[in-house]
């Protein structure tokens, strides 16, 4: 008889699938224009760090994101229940860009601003890594 677990998997491979699954249908609206394939990471890290969240709780952190003195939006990323913080998209600052002003953000309640291009990150890592826990509603 077999199993209906999947294998375990790791940090390592939720990057890996991650990387694999964002495109320019799941980037935030306000950075489509500048989404490349050679910067995937680019506009998503609020929706990655939502699953991320999702998978294993912890508390979101936003920052300011600056360029040359002036502010260009916001970046999330994740502090792990181990106190860990965990980014898995700072790489697409790739201009030079700093984050300032961190705090710590409840996560929104309900469906998120961004919720189609989140179920559809999921759906993509899922098909990699196998069943994740639900999102946080």
């Known amino acids: 008889m077999r199993c209906c677990r999947h294998a375990p998997w790791n940090l390592l ?5 991650l ?6 249908d799941t980037c935030s609206p306000d950075n489509q224009a500048d989404w490349q394939p050679r910067n995937p990471a680019w506009g998503h ?26 502010q260009h939006g916001f970046h ?5 229940p181990s106190g860990v913080e965990l980014d898995l998209t700072h790489e697409q600052f790739q201009r030079g860009q700093t984050i300032t002003a961190m705090r710590v953000v409840e996560r929104p309640p309900g469906p998120l601003r961004r919720w189609d291009e989140h179920l559809l990150l999921r759906k993509r890592v899922i098909e990699h890594l196998g069943p994740l826990p639900d999102p946080a509603v």
């Not at 990387?19 to 320019?24: E, F, L, M, N, T």
């Open 13 to 17: 491979d939720l990057d890996k699938a």
């Open 19 to 24: 990387r694999a699954s964002w495109a320019a």
């Open 45 to 70: 890290c609020d929706i990655t760090a939502l699953l991320v969240n999702d998978i294993f709780g912890g508390d979101l952190l936003v920052g300011e994101v600056h360029l040359a003195g002036d």
């Open 76 to 80: 999330w990323w994740n502090r792990l």
